[in-house]
């Protein structure tokens, strides 16, 4: 089933994920959408982005069962960046590329803050919010999520594909390159 994904950053990931593990990417987001990414065989672990009552939301599934969204989020640039930091390192990974520190070890940067929910039982935020006022919601639990999206959300989620699928990731994230030891 060829993807309508409705948007050039969706089609172009689909592309990559075809690219570099035969992954297929099937549906949308019209009305109350869903869009599922998983390599063609059925029941097997996939992940699923869903579009209901106005919030994006990205799962992880196994044997046929939805567990908790990993991120959530009414702002679609927010939600495009959170899928493509999900699936950014192991991309590079899969074409032989250095990792980037972004993904996995930056601080979040100067400047912003994670806004946690308030629960004091388990470290789950709201999203982040810059010091002149900007908030991007996103629920999720993944601190390293935020610190990311906190450097890269000002940015088109597209044109920071295009600098996860070259070999020196510039010219955006080059800062974040993991260099071998020695």
Known sequence: MKAELGG???????????????????????????????AGVFAAPHEEASYQEGVYSFYYCERA??????????????FDHCVLQYYGNPLRSRYGFPELTLGNTASIRSGWTMVRTGSSL????????????KFYPCKTGDFRLLAGLSHVVEYSPLDVLECYLRPDAAPLLTQWLSKPAG
């Open 65 to 78: 069962s939805r567990g908790a969204a990993l991120f959530q989020t009414t702002n679609r640039q927010v």
């Open 8 to 38: 050039s950053f969706l089609d172009r990931l689909a592309l990559a994920l075809d690219d570099a593990w035969g992954m297929k990417v099937s549906g949308n987001f019209a009305a109350d959408g869903c869009v599922v990414f998983n």
């Open 122 to 133: 388990r470290h789950d935020y709201l999203g982040i919010r810059s010091d002149d006022g």
